[in-house]
């Protein structure tokens, strides 16, 4: 459940756990597959980014406004993380001031986030408020889904997954989104 389904993530996950081992004893232990994950995490995080900067140019800023919050989570949080996303559409002088290149992903993520802008946007469903926006990152295979809270969450890289299918007429209370493990360790 670490990789994206992808067989270079497999290899590359046991190539790190065959790193670790004692020289002529090719013997990966528990222990060793649970060190290994934070690099692997990053290496997947920086996969991620350089597969997806083109056509979204600085994305990685965007994922890091998941950093540090829990992996699994409802609306309410899920709201307070898109704001932040938006947020990074008007940093400008202040970040200069301080040596932070600004946000330069407007193209892509300005229409994303037009609903938040939109008067009244706090009248508006969440799921045309946010929606767009969950889409990019639910389609590569960054967020999940959970039809109802405590399930295994379903990620863009299933072939058969749809956001807009899994979500379809649920209530909200029925709805939980998480981070894709590959990616967890890697935003704390």
Not at 154 to 173: C, N
Request: hydrophobic share 40%; with cysteine; proline share 9%.
């Amino acid at each position: 459940n670490r990789t994206l389904m992808r067989p270079r993530d497999v290899i590359l996950y046991f190539n790190r756990c065959l790193e670790q081992c004692t020289p002529g004893k090719p013997k990966i232990t528990w222990n060793i597959i649970r060190d290994v994950e934070p690099a692997y995490s990053r290496d997947r995080l920086t996969a991620l980014r350089d597969e997806w900067n083109d056509p979204f140019y600085d994305i990685e800023r965007v994922l890091l406004c998941f950093r540090g919050r829990p992996w699994a989570f409802g609306l309410t949080l899920l709201g307070e993380i898109c704001d932040d996303i938006a947020l990074l559409l008007v940093e400008g002088d202040d970040q200069r001031r301080r040596g932070i290149t600004p946000f330069r992903g407007s193209h892509w993520l300005t229409p994303l986030c037009a609903p938040l802008w939109e008067p009244g946007a706090l009248r508006i469903p969440w799921r045309v408020r946010y929606g767009p926006l969950l889409g990019v990152l639910f389609d590569i295979g960054f967020l999940g889904c959970a039809p109802r809270p405590r399930q295994d969450a379903i990620y863009g890289t299933d072939p058969l997954a749809d956001l807009r299918d899994l979500l379809g007429g649920l209530p909200d209370e029925d709805v939980e989104f998480s981070i894709h493990p590959a990616f967890r360790s890697a935003l704390d």
